[in-house]
């Protein structure tokens, strides 16, 4: 089981940034992919952008844009830099890794997007 450990979250006004982290406990470039995911108070969790090992991207249409993520495989770390951030943007923030078919999950970190 991968471990993966979720730093950044915190409080921004709306139009700010904030940079999240998720640091692994195994080399990153054993992962198919790592991912970003966020779950809203009352609504399911979903895909926020994902990156693979052959550094492939993809994002919701909803951050596209605003949104970039990246990694330092030295690190063992992906991150999640968010600008131009909007209340609608507030959720827990999970990091999810895949390693052939097995799944892993960060514990989350908060972000809140408020005035």
């Known amino acids: 089981q991968v471990q993966l450990v979720e730093s950044g979250g915190g409080l921004v006004q709306p139009g700010g940034s904030l940079r999240l982290s998720c640091a692994a406990s195994?080399?990153?470039?054993?992962?198919?992919?790592m991912a970003w995911y966020r779950q809203a108070q009352g609504k399911e969790r979903e895909l926020v952008a994902a990156?693979?090992?052959?550094?492939?991207?993809n994002y919701a249409d909803s951050v596209k844009g605003r949104f970039t993520i990246s990694r330092d495989n030295a690190k063992d770390t992906v991150y999640l830099q968010m600008n131009s951030l909007k209340p609608e943007d507030t959720a827990v923030y999970y990091c999810?890794?895949?390693?052939?078919?097995?799944?892993?999950w960060g514990q989350g970190t908060q972000v809140t997007v408020s005035s």
């Open positions: 990156i693979t090992r052959g550094d492939s991207t």
């Open positions: 195994g080399n990153i470039l054993s992962f198919n992919s």
């Open positions: 999810n890794v895949r390693r052939g078919s097995s799944f892993s």
